[in-house]
């Protein structure tokens, strides 16, 4: 076990700022949905949620190709060409009118960002173990959460100031603010004894040694399931509150107020879980997450939405209990993964998204009229996450 050092909160900002990169990059043109759908001639709501749900495909993918290079030529190189490719990514989303083009341009964004997103993680695990990595992760997330709580807000401001292009040229703006700050001002955290010399074999060599570790896979699969469910919220809200609810002015205020009920979780979990660990506090989060879809489902089951403050409640609810599972379940998978975090990261980040993308359309499809379908698979994934911790605890390593 590597000394805990003493929490640099610097250290912690900057690693919440590249993974915010991310965050911006999705939140912040939710409003804009329908705006750049008549732009590119598409009114169907289908196609705008591509927008937001196709990034995380390259977020994946990016992953298992960037995140295994960073444990061999270092964090901080790999962060710079994931810039790179965001910076060509969003020119390009900007430079055209066809909407299979920018579809194109949001993979390859997610394809850069997934270098921040991964590389954020991996240099936590490079510096902390155990239950400490847990509460740093937390605190990460905590910090992260701060950015989808203004930046749908800050989505329509520059909407309504300038125009939909103007939410990318902010993110590209933001982007290099924090490469800056993270050139200037972090150092490279992997150390001479855990770099891994690159061969071809490199990512093959990773993956086995990733999938010898059966808990490192499981809670990957719990993080892809809650992961996924909870893309469906993101893709589908300015949808449900816009056209079910009819609260297009009010859209970017409410979900600003879900988002504070995920960074409430997370700075709960980051004060409890040294204490309690984060196997426990995982746990009775997702069986709270299982049992809020549960309650939803059966008292309104005939598909007619409730009001707009028991709905609210629901999901507030429902997404404090979002805030104990994802730091937990992420750190659980990558404790054993120390000697291999760069590609551990990857593929934890890769498999999770691959699970989650079809999820998000799968689901998503349904969410036209009503927020059951919306219920049904946190529910159905719930369900999913809770049977897989116990056959984990009680089966797998018995």
Known sequence: MQNQPKLRLEFVFLMAALMSIVALSIDALLPALPEIGAYLGTKNSGDQQKLITMIFLGLGIGQLILGPLSDSFGRKPIVYIGSI???????????TNNLEIVI??????????????????????????GDYMA????????????????????????????????????????????????????????????????????????????????????????????????????????????QQYKLKAEFPYIFASLAISVGLATFTNSRIVTKYG???????GTLGYTIISLLFVVLFNDGQNPGILVFVLFCAVQFYAVGFIFGNMRALAMQPLGHIAGIGAAINGFISTVIAVPIANMIGGFVYESVLPLFIGFLG??????????????????
């Open 85 to 95: 490719i965001f910076m060509f990514a969003t020119y390009l989303c900007l430079s």
């Open 135 to 242: 509460k740093i992760l937390s605190i990460v997330v905590m910090t992260f959460i701060l950015v989808p709580v203004i930046a749908p807000t800050l989505g329509q401001w520059l909407l309504d100031l300038f125009n939909w292009q103007a939410i990318f040229i902010f993110n590209l703006i933001f982007g290099l603010l924090v490469l800056l700050w993270f050139w200037l001002r972090q150092e490279e955290t992997l150390k001479k004894e855990h770099v891994i010399p690159f061969t071809w074999g490199l990512y093959l060599n990773g993956t086995r040694e990733f999938f010898k570790y059966k808990d490192a896979v499981a809670y990957t699969l719990i993080s892809g399931f809650i992961t996924g469910s909870f893309m469906v919220w993101l893709s589908t809200s300015q949808q449900i509150f816009e």
């Open 278 to 284: 984060m196997w426990k506090v995982g746990y009775w």
């Open 381 to 398: 994934f719930g369900l999913l996450s809770f049977v897989t911790l116990l056959l984990l605890k009680y089966v797998i390593k018995k």
């Open 104 to 129: 194109l341009g949001r993979i390859l964004q997610g394809f850069g960002l997934s270098a921040m997103r991964s590389i954020a993680i991996s240099m936590v695990r490079d510096l902390y173990d």
